[in-house]
């Protein structure tokens, strides 16, 4: 997916460029953003400004002052021993050289230890350049010798665009832009068959799930082995939230706008504090799933307490 408008407009190029035209850029920035995508790509029009090149060359690894290392998501000590090694060598056709380091979360305290001089006395030629998903990971000694910059989600219309423009479909695009909350690598990831019957078959159960007989039926659709729990519960969250949304009287805020008829469907079936029951179910299956509850039981738990909920609205 091409992100170079996505980028440029953005409010933290815009401002980083503002640094860059007022000589005071800082050596080393740190990019952060659960986006793995826009995070590279931003590093990527970031080091095609800095070097006045196109961020073509960036992407194709062509530009000989550039150094790009954790893109498989591993970074090692080797790598920084390389880095280290060859920091004070001039750069070869730009005034600057710059280096990108993705995933920057995944440096052990050695690798990070072995760059902390690097980045307490860099060369002045030197931009370091690193993304990452969390700070938790980095040494605090590391971090404050970076500026940090928190990217923003990218807007639901912008997602849209990147997805119909890379040749999916209009109707897919929506579907997922509106349970990524503003994710472009998490929507990317979700324009399957496979999510999509996911996630119709979550409306049907929300809809159509009557009592305990339908339970059996719905729980068997769902293959443990096959569904990202995880992907699932959150999916079924952003739809139960919506249907929330409606019944509050906010039907603009709805996120499925595309689905409309049927979030009124549900809501006609539910009610707020049913809604709420059944969010504060999947927090909890959600836990359950991270200490490795069978799978199944996390599948029937869910669609129980939906069909309890509802019969609860029906008395």
């Given at each position: 997916m091409n992100y170079s408008n996505v980028v440029q407009t953005s409010e933290e190029y815009k401002k980083l460029c503002d640094e860059i035209s007022n000589n005071k850029l800082f050596h080393a920035y740190l990019v952060k953003t659960e986006d793995s995508n826009y995070a590279e790509s931003f590093c990527a029009c970031v080091a095609a400004k800095l070097l006045n090149t196109d961020v073509s060359k960036i992407y194709a690894k062509t530009h000989p002052d550039v150094t790009i290392i954790g893109?498989?998501?591993k970074i090692s000590v080797e790598n920084i021993n390389d880095v280290v090694a060859n920091l004070y060598v001039r750069p070869y056709s730009a005034d600057k050289k710059v280096y990108i380091f993705y995933n920057a979360d995944n440096m052990n305290e050695q690798s990070?230890?072995?760059?902390?001089?690097s980045l307490e006395e860099p060369p002045k030629d030197v931009i370091f350049l690193f993304s990452c998903k969390s700070t938790k990971t980095i040494l605090q000694t590391v971090l404050s010798r970076m500026s940090v910059i928190e990217l923003s989600n990218i807007p639901d219309d912008k997602i849209i665009n990147l997805l119909t423009e890379s040749g999916t479909s209009d109707d897919v695009a929506q579907?997922?832009?509106?349970?990524?909350?503003?994710?472009?690598?998490?929507?990317s990831k979700l324009t399957n068959q496979k999510f999509i019957d996911e996630y119709n078959l979550i409306f049907d159960l929300l809809i159509n799930l009557r009592g305990s007989r339908d339970?059996?039926?719905y729980a068997?659709?769902?293959?443990?082995?096959?569904?990202?729990l995880t992907e699932f519960i959150d999916t079924y969250m952003i739809i139960v939230r919506d249907v929330m949304v409606y019944i509050s009287g906010a039907q603009k805020l709805v996120k499925n706008k595309h689905h409309m008829r049927s979030i009124e469907n549900i809501a006609n079936q539910f009610t707020l504090t049913a809604c709420n029951n059944i969010l504060a179910e999947c927090l909890q299956l959600k836990e359950d799933l991270y200490y490795n509850t069978n799978k199944v039981a996390v599948i029937d738990r869910l669609i129980l307490k939906t069909a309890e909920e509802k019969a609860r609205c029906k008395k």
């Amino acid at each position: 997916m091409n992100y170079s408008n996505v980028v440029q407009t953005s409010e933290e190029y815009k401002k980083l460029c503002d640094e860059i035209s007022n000589n005071k850029l800082f050596h080393a920035y740190l990019v952060k953003t659960e986006d793995s995508n826009y995070a590279e790509s931003f590093c990527a029009c970031v080091a095609a400004k800095l070097l006045n090149t196109d961020v073509s060359k960036i992407y194709a690894k062509t530009h000989p002052d550039v150094t790009i290392i954790g893109e498989n998501g591993k970074i090692s000590v080797e790598n920084i021993n390389d880095v280290v090694a060859n920091l004070y060598v001039r750069p070869y056709s730009a005034d600057k050289k710059v280096y990108i380091f993705y995933n920057a979360d995944n440096m052990n305290e050695q690798s990070q230890n072995k760059l902390l001089k690097s980045l307490e006395e860099p060369p002045k030629d030197v931009i370091f350049l690193f993304s990452c998903k969390s700070t938790k990971t980095i040494l605090q000694t590391v971090l404050s010798r970076m500026s940090v910059i928190e990217l923003s989600n990218i807007p639901d219309d912008k997602i849209i665009n990147l997805l119909t423009e890379s040749g999916t479909s209009d109707d897919v695009a929506q579907i997922v832009t509106s349970v990524c909350a503003g994710n472009s690598t998490l929507a990317s990831k979700l324009t399957n068959q496979k999510f999509i019957d996911e996630y119709n078959l979550i409306f049907d159960l929300l809809i159509n799930l009557r009592g305990s007989r339908d339970c059996l039926t719905y729980a068997s659709k769902i293959d443990p082995k096959q569904v990202d729990l995880t992907e699932f519960i959150d999916t079924y969250m952003i739809i139960v939230r919506d249907v929330m949304v409606y019944i509050s009287g906010a039907q603009k805020l709805v996120k499925n706008k595309h689905h409309m008829r049927s979030i009124e469907n549900i809501a006609n079936q539910f009610t707020l504090t049913a809604c709420n029951n059944i969010l504060a179910e999947c927090l909890q299956l959600k836990e359950d799933l991270y200490y490795n509850t069978n799978k199944v039981a996390v599948i029937d738990r869910l669609i129980l307490k939906t069909a309890e909920e509802k019969a609860r609205c029906k008395k």
